[in-house]
């Protein structure tokens, strides 16, 4: 099936403006296995975007060879929303203007929908609960009446990726690594193979069904609250999805999207959607880690940002990680205040040096092994 390449369009929000969401479609539609990848749903995130702009003509040209066997979706910039929005020269896409909300918040939460539609059909048979459950997912997406332009644009985007088997949601951090964010239930198993093959140099694994509800997160916790809502019902964890973070927002040249490119098409032939030898698996850079082990620096007091440590280091506890200096304070040393690691890890993300930090803003995020006393109830992915 060749590669075809569709709009759908957005509600207008504004007299004369119209916005729509761009995707592409390799292989036969309902084929499978499924994979999803969307970038920028922060809008001012593109490496995930260049990554697809290397990954697309790799796509068409195995669908020329025929060596497209599943179905793969993808949508390089799933946010025109974000896009469009500029003020003074700045591109701010993280937050929507209007409501002020988190483009990667709020994403639909559709286990309790899919219960009410089929949980009494739901039985011993996995293969046939896993085809029900895709399908009342996507009945509820087309039962519901959005009225926004963001409402219409979580419910498109959802009907793309809920029954996919595999769905990747690519975003990046200010100053940072190659990180990964998956479920628990995922590993060890599918998501090690994507940490190896996507070259993760740290790998964060959350609650199967975290109150975050991000687009990743609620596509892979469909499953498991599912499982857990019924659980005399055999409901496999049928999509392994995640949040890859393409290191720093400032990472976007042809070098890096060739590679990354590379490394996911090396990944979709490894499950089986392309076809051929993927070859073996590169060597996994760091284990996973628990989300409640991560480290999270916050400001304690306003003031200028300098770090000690390059994002990607493995720091011990205790160790200063960056300092915040009065600029009002003539005492020089005595004007910097030290920030100190709380676990052994790896410091995968930070700001760059030099930014404006106020209290409580999170100045930088370390994936330790041992779970951390001050993180206890506190989940989610920070993206
Ligand atoms: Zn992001």
Known sequence: MPHSKRRIALPSMTPGTGRGIVFHRFGRAGARPKAYLQAAIHANELPGTMALHHLMPMLVAADKAGRIRGEIVVVPTINPIGLSQLAGSNHLGRYEFLGRENFNRNWLDLSGAVAE???TRLGRDAAANVALIRKAALASLAAMEPVTEL???RVEAMKLSVDA???LDLHCDLQAVLHLFISRQDWPGPARALAADIGAAATLYNEPYPETLTFSGVNGALWARLAQRIPAAHIPQACLSATIEYRSQHDVNHALGASDARNLFRFLTRRGIISGRAGPLPRLKAAATPIGGMDVGYCPKPGMLVYHVAAG?????GQAICEVIDPGDARGPKARTQIASRTDGILFS?????RLAWPGAVLYRIAGAKLLAHRK????VDD
Request: aromatic content about 0%; cysteine-free.
């Open 117 to 119: 539609r089929v949980g």
């Open 151 to 153: 409402q219409t644009l």
């Open 165 to 167: 088997d595999i769905v």
């Open 313 to 317: 280091a493995r720091v011990r506890k």
């Open 350 to 354: 930070r700001k760059p040096d030099g």
């Open 377 to 380: 109830g506190m989940s989610g």
